[in-house]
C-alpha cells in the first residue's frame, strides 16, 4: 500500500529546495537553511582567509530587446583578486567563476581550487555574482520590487546571465588593457552549467571552461525522473544494507506513529524538535529527506563546512551511526535521530531543531522562478528500489504550481533548444571544445552529468568516489589520491589550453 505523506510542493535548486504550500506531491525537501540558525550566523566558512576585493559593475537589465526598460542599468556584484597576477603586458590569464543561484561570496569561499592554481598560473581571479542574487539585484537593488511578479523576474534567465558575464569580462579586460589576455571560466553546479554553456556560447571570450558536477543533460527526455534518488539510496546502500532497510522503512513508520495517540508528541520528543503549533508527520519527514539528500551531495572524503558542518564520509558515519544504536523500544526512531544528528548537529551545540525557520542565509530564493520557467529539471521520482516513498515526477505538476504562484507556464524544452543535450557527443564534438566536465558518481546530480569523453578537448573525468564538486574545494592533507589525481589531470589540461593559446598568439601576429 502505499505511503501517503504530507508534503508541500517544492521546487528543487541544485542548492537550494524551495517549498511552496500547495496541494500536490512534492519534489525533494527545502534547502537547510534552518540547520542550526545560531550557529549559521556565528562559524565561519569552509575556506582559509580568502582574500578578494567587492567591486560592482553597472550592468545593462536586457541584453536581447530593445524596448525603453531594456537599457535599464543595475550594479552587478564581482570579487577580485590579482595578488598572483602576471599582468596585462605579459598576458596573463584570468580565472573567472560564472556565479550560481546565491550570494557569490559563498561560492567563493568554497572554491579554493581557483585560488590555489592562481600563483603557478600567475590568474587574476574573478567572481562574478548572478544577477538578482546576492547584492546583484536589478531594479535599484530593491530586492522586493525585483521579485515582485513575472514582469521584473522575467529579467531572471541563464542567457541573460550569461550576456552579463561576457559583458563584464570584456569592459574589465579593456579597462585593464588585457585584451589578449586568456579566460578560462570555472563553475560548479548550477554554475558549472553555467561554464560549460559559456564557452559554448561565447568561445571568443574564454578558451576553455572547467564545469564541475554541471548536469547538463538532467533535463526532460533526456534523463529518468528517478535517477537523482536512486543514487542517493546507492550511496547509503552501499555502506550497509540494513542502513537503508532503516532509511527506506522510515516513512511508514512515521506515519504509523503520528497517526497513533501521542504519536506526534513522541516524534516531536524523539527527534527533539523545538516547539511548534505546525508540527506534523510531513514536516518530519521533509527535514529527514533534506538531510539524506544534501548529505549525499556533500558525501566529501574530507571534514567539510560547505553546506553544514559535516565529517569526512558522513554518509558512512550515519550508517555507523544506525549500526551502533542500543536496542530499545522506539529503536528505530532512535536510530533515525542518530543518523540525522550527523547532519544536523555534528559539531552538537543544538538542543532542538526548528522546523518552521524558513530562513535563506546565502540569498537562494530567486531559483523558484527559474524552476519555473526554464531550469525544468526532472527530480524526486522515486522506485520501489528507493529509500524515499514510491513517487512518480509529474511536469503537469509543476506547470500547474507555476501558472498559480507566477501565472507563468514553465518552458520544459527551452534549455535544451538553446544549449543542446540531445546526440550531445555527436553535436559538441562537431561544435565545441576545451571543456572539462568532472562529475563524483556519489553525487545524485551525477546522473545528469556528461560521463564519457567527447572528443580530445571535451573530457569527461569521472571518480566513482566523488561527491558535487569536491575538485573544486580547498585542498587538504587528508585529500585521497584519487582527488589529487583528479586535479592534477584538470591543472594539466587547463596549462594545456593556455599554452595553445599564446602559440596561436604569437603565430598570428
Known sequence: MAIQLHFTLIFFSLFLVSSFTFPLPPILPRFPSSIVSAELKQRSHS????????????????????????????????????????????NAPIFVYTGNEGNIEWFTQNTGFMFENAPSFHALLLFIEHRFY???IPFGGNRKLAYANATTLGYLSSTQALADYATLIIDLKK???????????????????????????????????????????????????????SIISQDFRSESENCYKVLKGSWKLIEHTANKPGGLELLQKSFRICKSNDFGAGSLEGWLRTAWVYTAMTDYPTPSNFLNPLPAYPIKKMCEAIEGTRKE???????????????????????????????????????????????????????????????????EDRESACQYFYNVTPRPHWITTEFGGHAIQTVLKSSASNIIFFNG????WSGGGVLKNISKSI??????????HVDLRYSTKEDPKWLKDVRRQEVKIIASWISQYYQDLHSNN
Request: charged share 15%; glycine share 8%.
Open 329 to 395: 523500544k522506539n529503536d528505530e526512531l532512535e536510530k533515525l535521530y542518530a543518523a540525522v544528528s550527523i547532519f544536523y548537529n555534528h559539531t552538537g551545540t543544538a538542543t532542538c531543531f526548528d522546523l518552521d525557520d524558513d530562513s535563506d542565509p546565502h540569498d537562494l530564493g530567486g531559483w523558484q522562478w527559474q524552476a519555473c520557467t526554464e531550469m525544468i529539471m526532472p527530480v524526486g521520482g522515486s522506485n520501489k528500489h528507493s529509500i524515499f516513498p514510491e513517487y512518480k515526477w509529474s511536469y
Open 47 to 90: 575556506a582559509p582567509n580568502t582574500p578578494y576585493r567587492t567591486k560592482f559593475f553597472t550592468q545593462i537589465l536586457d541584453h536581447f530587446n530593445f524596448n525603453p526598460q531594456s537599457n535599464h542599468l543595475f550594479q552587478q556584484r564581482y570579487l577580485i583578486n590579482d595578488t598572483f597576477w602576471g599582468g596585462a603586458k605579459n
Open 134 to 136: 546576492g547584492k546583484s
Open 441 to 444: 558518481l556519489r553525487d545524485p
Open 459 to 468: 573530457v569527461a573525468l569521472v571518480e566513482k568516489r566523488g561527491a558535487h
Open 175 to 229: 579597462n585593464l588593457s588585457a585584451t589578449d589576455s586568456p579566460v578560462v571560466v570555472f563553475g560548479g553546479s548550477y554554475g558549472g552549467m553555467l561554464a560549460a554553456w559559456f564557452r559554448m556560447k561565447y568561445p571568443h571570450v574564454a578558451i576553455g571552461a572547467l564545469a564541475s558536477s554541471a548536469p547538463i543533460l538532467h533535463f526532460m527526455d533526456l534523463v529518468s525522473p528517478d535517477i537523482f534518488n
